[in-house]
């Protein structure tokens, strides 16, 4: 009697205990574990809410794929990423993934991992080099496409409106880094053949909310009325820029024509609004790609060396009560 009862017990546990095991594993979008994998990532700080998302997103999908990350935040300094770097070969990561802030002046790091064999994955903007081989790969967007979306949003906007000129101020973000270069080609290759279009000046907003607010005010004293498009190389310093054009005495969206780009869900909720007519969309969510990535490199395996995302433009042409939430 007393056997049997023991038995029901446990073949019961054994069950519960499969159930939960199998829903365990359910859950999980991936099962794989990789605990002997030790990535080293250097971001380079809190700048906007692109920054954070993407910071928000390699913490999720390494923690998603079972890889161990030694995660250092650089707060916008070049030697603090050169730094972290640093202590990422002399604790002897497995690979380093990193978002430069800058395109040059990282070879001498570089050829130090190089040297320690450890692998290294450019995360988002790329970096300027003589030197081969330094890098395995670049995940991060086509910036100069973003840009090129945002000066054809220009020029049909342009045509619907019939404007004959469009003078336009461009607040570009950190100098030298690879989103400033390419956004800044691309819409200046865009429109180049619109003799309508005329950029009256380009000032470095470096990408923070509050040299956006500081670099429209300075260009409202400079031409005022004469401004008819505000082009803004990410949110952060359209959101910055906005009050500024309204303390001056004018409608955002109406009187000026502002165009974003990234898509965090403010941006998207000020599209909404009217205040906002384009934002080019520059995803954040790039570590899926960058976790397979360094796995694939710490088995000794090919990769990619370019990847690149999808990504689409929101404007004033389309239906928008339909955007699903951002995330970022
Ligand atoms: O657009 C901006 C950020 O490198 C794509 O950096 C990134 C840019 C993004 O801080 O908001």
């Known amino acids: 009697m007393k056997l049997k009862k023991i038995g029901i017990i446990i073949i019961t546990m054994s069950i519960l205990m499969a159930i939960s095991l199998f829903f365990g594993c359910q859950n999980k979008e991936n099962t794989q574990s990789n605990p002997e994998l030790l990535l080293g990532f250097s971001q380079i700080g809190s700048e906007s ?10 913490e999720e999908q390494a923690a998603n794929y079972g890889i161990s990350l030694m ?19 002399a604790y002897k990561v497995d690979v380093i993934a990193f978002s430069p802030i800058v395109e040059e002046g990282w070879d001498n790091v570089l050829l130090e991992a190089k040297n320690a064999g450890i692998p290294v994955i450019l ?39 019939g404007l004959d000129d469009v003078n336009i101020v461009e607040i570009t973000g950190t100098d030298n880094s690879t989103p400033m270069r390419q956004r800044q080609a691309g819409f200046a290759d865009a429109i180049a053949q619109d003799e309508r279009m005329h950029i ?3 000032i470095d907003g470096d990408f923070l909310k509050s040299r956006g607010a500081e670099c429209m ?107 699903a939430p951002r995330g970022y």
């Open 200 to 202: 009256l000046e380009s």
């Open 49 to 58: 809410a692109w920054r954070i998302g993407n910071t928000n997103d390699i």
């Open 71 to 89: 995660f250092e935040n650089a707060n916008q300094k070049q030697e603090n990423q050169i730094a972290a770097i640093r202590r990422f070969i």
């Open 123 to 161: 995360v988002d903007r790329d970096i300027s080099s003589k030197e081969e081989g330094l890098t395995a790969c670049l995940i991060g967007a086509d910036f100069y496409k973003e840009g090129v979306m945002a000066g054809e949003y220009l020029i049909r906007k342009a045509d619907a409106l």
């Open 217 to 323: 005010k300075t260009l409202l004293d400079r031409y005022g009325d004469k401004i008819d498009v505000v082009y803004s190389h990410n949110d952060e310093m359209t959101l910055g820029a906005l009050p500024e054009i309204e303390a001056a005495g004018f409608v955002p969206g109406q009187d000026m024509i502002i165009i974003s780009i990234d898509g965090g869900q403010d941006a998207i909720d000020v599209l909404k609004s009217g205040k906002i007519n384009c934002v080019v969309e520059c995803t954040p969510k790039l570590g899926k790609e960058v976790m397979e990535t360094a796995i694939r490199l710490n088995n000794g395996e090919e990769v990619e060396k370019l990847i690149h995302p999808e990504e689409q433009i929101f404007s004033d042409e389309q239906d928008l009560s339909n955007i």
